[in-house]
């Protein structure tokens, strides 16, 4: 099982990355949605919030909007996911990536994971 210190570095690095990447997020989800990433095994969750092809930084704090997209992993999966040792929709079609979220929200965000 990863540290919650691995996990928040790794969701730095995936929004970062994404945030880096504004063009496609604008495209991708032009709207404002908030992200809720809930990890069971350490019983925590990370929010963060896609605006104008922007993407926070991941907070513990929730946001007071209502959440869009909820996604519940292990904290060993999301690290492969960010590394890149494991895809979005191989973990998704298996089950170590639960997502909540309208049909559309999922594709678009298929598109950027």
């Given at each position: 099982?990863?540290?919650?210190?691995?996990?928040?570095?790794a969701l730095e690095l995936l929004m970062a990355r994404l945030d880096g990447n504004d063009g496609a997020v604008r495209s991708a989800i032009p709207e404002?949605?908030?992200?809720?990433?809930?990890?069971?095994?350490?019983?925590t969750s990370w929010f963060s919030?896609?605006?104008?092809?922007?993407?926070?930084?991941?907070?513990?704090?929730?946001?007071?909007?209502?959440?869009d997209v909820t996604l519940q992993v292990g904290?060993?999966?999301?690290?492969?996911?960010v590394e890149g040792r494991?895809?979005?929709?191989?973990?998704?079609?298996t089950g170590k990536v639960r997502v909540q979220a309208s049909m559309l929200d999922l594709l678009r965000l298929r598109t950027l994971l």
């Amino acid at each position: 099982m990863a540290t919650k210190a691995e996990v928040t570095r790794a969701l730095e690095l995936l929004m970062a990355r994404l945030d880096g990447n504004d063009g496609a997020v604008r495209s991708a989800i032009p709207e404002r949605k908030v992200l809720h990433c809930h990890i069971p095994d350490l019983g925590t969750s990370w929010f963060s919030v896609i605006e104008d092809g922007h993407v926070s930084a991941p907070a513990e704090s929730p946001v007071p909007d209502a959440v869009d997209v909820t996604l519940q992993v292990g904290s060993d999966d999301l690290i492969d996911l960010v590394e890149g040792r494991a895809s979005f929709l191989s973990s998704f079609l298996t089950g170590k990536v639960r997502v909540q979220a309208s049909m559309l929200d999922l594709l678009r965000l298929r598109t950027l994971l």
